[in-house]
């Protein structure tokens, strides 16, 4: 049987993602530098705390974990920049201002890629690095084989656009490329790409699988949660029907599940409960109570979860059977939490699948709708 190099899991929320990384980057070789590759710094904390915790708090010298674009600035821009400019050191940051809304350029110019001080334009940064590896004849991937064994790269759902191409020139090195991510939780993107969008986001993985004997990738699909039960997995699969995911975390605590509560209760629930507080955005009203975004809170596992949904989310709650439209964001929102999910409602409406429920609050008894299977 042929061994594949590469690997790309497709994971649903709660099934230890993170975890599975740190766990086979222990067992590679010591030969050569591990790089984990994620995009935002919470990713890059959420790595270093869980390979931390798998190996007794301590962070291997050999292992490096970084933002996806302080990877193609420090790895793969910066060292082979004369390629393109006939001189060192000039290339030092990024400049984002003209992120959204930039003006045509000719593409393959200096001012395609750089800004007048030489700042990289993040739009463009991954179609740069693949033309300094043309300008230099393969020498920007030959460096990455030459320092690291395997690379892990976190979130694969938020690659768009060149980052694709990237992608496949990584896959074909001899480098081991294990990448993670899950297509419904595609609520935030590198760039603002408008090439390969049939192979990024909720495609990516389809394009990876057509790809697969081409690029030696062996394709891993996990559908089951660790991180809730069935009741939480049964009503996000309401919110996002494809490829259901199957919660089976079973630990018996009070009020656990997903309900929906009349706000005049908040006060007692929150004070006994301390649950986190989420909202789809900023515009949505939490009674002053401190929230994080859907999109923020993507990577976190929260014991208990109160939710202040937004318009949509509201008619959802009261009629379930309707379909949601731009999920992806809503399903991040409501796959957080381990026991508990709550939305605060101004009505008590009951439906087929939220029925009435009393719930102890430190010993008093609040009416509330419970959601079943």
Known sequence: MKILKNKIKLACAGSGKTWGIC?????????????????????????????????MGVLDNHIEVVTWYQFLLRDLIKPYQASFLNAINE?????????????????????????????????????????????????VIKRLEEIYSTIY?????????????????????????????????????????????????????????????????????????????AEIAGFANLIYPSNPIIGIMNEKLIATGVFQIHKKDIEKYVRFYKPIVLRYDKRTDTMNYSAFNFGVSKG???????????????????????????VEKYFVGVTRARYSMVFVVDKLIENRYFRKHDIDVNGDIISTLKFNL
């Open 91 to 139: 290339i030092k940051s990024y400049n984002y201002d003209g992120m959204y809304g930039a003006k045509f350029v000719k593409k393959g110019t200096k001012s395609y890629f750089l800004t007048d001080t030489n700042d990289v334009k993040p739009n463009n940064a991954s179609e740069f690095v693949i033309a300094l590896n043309k300008l230099s004849n393969g020498a």
């Open 23 to 55: 766990n086979d980057a222990k067992e590679s070789p010591l030969d050569k530098k591990i790089l984990f590759v994620t995009y935002t710094n919470k990713g890059v904390n959420s790595i270093v705390d869980e390979y931390k915790k798998q190996n």
């Open 153 to 229: 790269i976190d979130e694969l759902q938020d690659l768009v656009g060149r980052d694709i191409e990237l992608l496949e020139l990584l896959l074909h090195s001899s480098i081991k490329i294990y990448c993670v991510g899950d297509y419904k939780q595609s609520t935030l993107k590198t760039h603002n790409a408008k090439a390969n969008r049939n192979k990024t986001g909720m495609y990516i993985f389809d394009y990876l699988k057509s790809i697969q004997g081409t690029h030696s990738i062996e394709i891993i699909e996990e559908n089951t949660s660790r991180r809730f039960g």
């Open 300 to 326: 976190m596992s929260i014991d208990r979860v109160l939710i202040f949904p937004n318009g949509p989310l509201e008619k959802f709650l009261k009629n379930p059977d309707v379909k949601m439209k731009s």
